[in-house]
């Protein structure tokens, strides 16, 4: 990418381990940050050892989360270690953390304290439950958040057991909505001169994903329904199978319904006063889903999206993870970029500048790489 980055000469101390704290540096870091990762001297961000597969004794998640930061190592049992830290991470602009609630507290490295020492500080804190109420101090895991915040019950199929999401979305949730505090917190100190204590956390991630549902269920006080592909409000809005595999149709509006009734050869659907507007398709969606999943399963996937798209309905084939690296619109955008000095590719940053991805800056580093450029004390004169 030419020119400089949005955030480049921003300093990020990042003390965070496994997923959601160092993808909020992780954002940072493509944005150009400056990314010191601090972490343990013996085995480092538990992340490492997350595998198989691993390459440079790492597991694939620490890739993918902490490449183009710099490593240091810091024994948080060793007072003149914490010291120094402190000193260094209140010269930083941005401080990143997701430890254990209390701990960096009681070490003088919590918000209160660096904040104090150094007011243009943004402190930015990734926890479980958040920064208040009775579960604050208690630590949490993807799967324990979505099982508590109630995503394992509006996923999955109807009248079948809790399903968990295929992706950790709460820890890149909460990731995401961090990165989006701090950068507006860095935007506020550019009028202010102040930092700010920016708070983030899986469960807040987790009930706002639910803003729809939350909606609903406050106006009807009917609980979500699930489905495994498709929409608690919209007909036809999901999977189907065809000859060749399955396909998503989603005709979300009464016109593009009308495309696909035509699509289908059932013209005479649009005046049936049973499907007529969404509300009359959702009343009767047992029946009308019957039928058109008869339909579909008399031609292949292939037929069935090219007809659909000439008709103008929205579809889509559901593809595999290698059916879509293959495919020519993920090659087009430049999602999938190459670590630098490195045979492994990552996906990118979703946002382009002038139509330009942010580059990966580097590797992954390896524990403690980058020791050498912080040094903990001034050299010994007499040496």
């Known amino acids: 990418m030419s020119g400089v980055l949005p955030l480049t000469g921003v300093r990020v101390v990042e003390i965070a381990q496994n997923l959601a704290g160092p993808f909020a540096g992780l954002i940072l870091a493509r944005l150009g940050a400056d990314v010191i990762k601090v972490e343990r001297p013996e085995g480092g961000d538990d992340a490492r050892g997350w595998g198989p597969p691993f390459l440079r004794n790492a597991g694939s998640s620490f890739h993918a989360m902490n490449a183009g930061k710099r490593s240091i190592t810091i024994d948080l049992k060793d007072t003149t270690a914490v010291a120094w830290l402190r000193d260094f991470a209140s010269a930083a602009d941005v401080l990143v953390e997701n430890m254990r609630p209390g701990l960096l507290d009681g070490l003088g490295l919590g918000a209160d304290a660096l904040r104090a020492a ?215 955008i430049g999602m999938v970029q190459t670590v630098p000095g490195l045979d492994l590719e990552l996906m990118g940053l979703p946002v382009t500048f002038d139509g330009v991805r942010p580059p990966i800056g580097g590797a992954a580093p390896g524990l403690g790489e980058h020791d050498a450029e912080f040094p903990r004390r001034a050299p010994d004169a007499s040496a």
């Not at 809790?162 to 950068?183: C, E, K, N, Q, T």
């Not at 899986?202 to 729809?212: D, M, N, P, S, Y």
């Not at 909606?215 to 329904?225: C, D, M, V």
């Not at 189907?240 to 289908?264: C, S």
Request: aromatic share 8%; glycine share 12%.
């Open 118 to 332: 150094s007011p243009r500080l943004i402190y930015c804190s990734v926890s479980a439950f958040g920064r208040s109420g009775p579960l604050r101090l208690k630590p949490g895991y993807e799967p324990m958040m979505q099982a508590f915040a109630g995503l394992m019950m509006v996923s999955g199929q109807d009248g079948g057991p809790p399903s968990r999401l295929g992706i950790p979305s709460l820890d890149y949730g909460s990731g995401m909505w961090a990165a989006i505090g701090v950068l507006a917190a860095l935007h506020e100190r550019v009028r202010t001169g102040r930092g700010r204590t920016v708070g983030a956390s899986l469960f807040e991630a987790a009930l706002g994903w639910q803003t729809g549902h939350f909606a609903s269920f406050r106006l009807s006080g009917q609980l979500p329904e699930r489905h495994p592909t498709g929409s608690s409000k919209l007909v036809p809005f999901q999977g189907f199978e065809t000859k060749t595999g399955p396909m998503i149709v989603a005709a979300g509006n009464d016109r593009l319904f009308a495309a696909l009734a035509r699509a289908l050869d059932r013209p005479e659907w649009t005046a049936d006063p049973r499907f007529r507007t969404n509300a009359d398709r959702y009343a009767h969606k047992d029946l009308l889903l019957g039928e058109i999943a008869e339909i579909l399963k008399t031609r292949t996937k292939g037929e069935w999206l090219d007809r659909l798209e000439q008709a103008g309905v929205p579809c889509a084939p559901i593809q595999t993870l290698p059916e879509v690296l293959a495919d020519a619109q993920t090659a087009a």
